[in-house]
């Protein structure tokens, strides 16, 4: 029964942290709402499981816990709604039941590795995901997917279960590899030009795996949703330098997942416990802060590289987002739509940073079916 209890407080007070951005538990909330119809499982469980120790021998202890799990209950079910609501109003199709299909984590088999380069010596690779599916002989859309991670961690096979599916879908899908920035190697000059090649690889080597090259899209996440808007608006002006050469194809359209548009915003991160990550992240990459190399901060800033030729833009953000305070995407968003950028701002309510990582969930179904369609329209 105290095991019971303990855990519908706990699940109770995990919901509240949704509803209340920077403090200790937004943290909380951030975990519960990612994985909201699991946990609301787990508080009919523990509430069945309660009666049935208790039954009605503890009547007044009875009715606290009804109470407490109904209060658990409500505050999932406001959140499950609104991100359905979210999802319809982008014209997106989700659905409670997928969210509990077991996510695939087991290493993809049947993927391409291949090195576009190397840099200090190390090689830097893509990964090759040719489409599942394909009809009426055509060749595939393209999409490169680069990593996100603060430009100092994450890899290209970070997302492998999404890009997956992407492939299952039909797309010919390339992950990017580049190199990380650490305390002694600041990248911020480096990273972009990286890119640049790998996209000049695939626009060199696309057509050998069936892919068409009129139909290319970027996706990045975070820090990679950085790099997706600066590459793909610059190579769209025919601006973006590669660091090893040829000819960098042009872009159809972005999507950049809770991106860090402004990296000198995105170094001030006021949030008491994730305000020192960001920091740090920040300062890997460029060297230091936006008062020590405001023009390193200006070269990275997504805002920088606003034309009225850029690639139509989808933006997905967590409203709660305490590691990239989502504010300076909003902002984008409007600059970019009054210079003639098509965008959509899709605004995921009591999200936090990273909520579509774990495949099938909402927030995951909200964010690649809406990529997937954003791009199809474009």
């Not at 009919?44 to 816990?65: D, E, H, N, P, Q």
């Not at 170094?267 to 020192?276: E, K, L």
Request: include cysteine.
């Amino acid at each position: 029964m105290f095991l019971s209890t303990l855990v519908l407080i706990l699940v109770a007070i995990s919901f509240l942290g949704a509803f209340l951005r920077t403090t200790p538990l937004t943290l909380l909330g951030a975990i519960v709402t990612a994985l909201a119809t699991w946990f609301v499982v787990l508080t009919l469980v523990a509430a069945a499981a309660y009666l049935w120790a208790a039954g009605l021998r503890k009547r007044a202890w009875t009715t606290v816990v009804a109470l407490i799990a109904l209060f658990a209950l409500s505050e999932a079910a406001v959140i499950e709604i609104n991100l359905s609501r979210t999802a319809r109003k982008n014209g997106v199709a989700v659905s409670a039941l997928q969210s509990f299909e077991l996510p695939d984590f087991a290493t993809t088999n049947g993927v391409t590795t291949v090195p576009y380069r190397t840099f200090d010596g190390v090689p830097l690779n893509l990964t090759i995901r040719r489409p599942k599916v394909v009809t009426g002989g055509q060749p595939s859309p393209i999409l490169i997917y680069v990593h996100g991670g603060g430009w100092v961690s994450g890899r290209a096979e970070g997302r492998h279960a999404d890009l997956d599916w992407f492939a299952g879908k039909g797309w010919l899908v390339f992950a990017v590899d580049y190199s990380l920035s650490t305390k002694e190697r600041h990248l911020w000059d480096v990273t972009q030009a990286q890119v640049g090649c790998a996209m000049a690889w695939v626009g060199a080597h696309a057509a050998e795996f069936g892919g068409n090259l009129s139909h290319l899209y970027m996706l990045g996440e975070s820090a990679g949703g950085n790099l997706v808007i600066n590459v793909s608006y610059m190579a769209n002006a025919d601006r973006l330098m590669s660091s090893c050469g040829g000819s960098v194809p042009h872009v159809s359209a972005v999507v950049s997942l809770y991106p860090v548009i402004d990296p000198a915003d995105f170094y001030r991160n006021p949030d008491p416990i994730m305000g020192p990550s960001a920091r740090s992240m920040a300062s890997q990459y460029t060297g230091g802060s936006p008062e020590q190399y405001p023009e390193r901060y200006r070269t990275i800033s997504s805002a920088s590289y606003l034309t009225p030729g850029a690639p139509p833009t989808m933006l997905i953000v967590g409203e709660n987002d305490t590691l990239v305070p989502p504010e300076p995407t909003y902002a984008f968003a409007q600059q970019a739509k009054s210079e003639g950028v098509a965008v959509e701002l899709v605004r995921v309510p009591y999200m936090n940073h990273a909520f579509d990582v774990i495949p099938h969930t909402l927030g995951n179904q909200l964010s690649r079916n809406g990529s997937a369609g954003f791009m199809q329209r474009h």
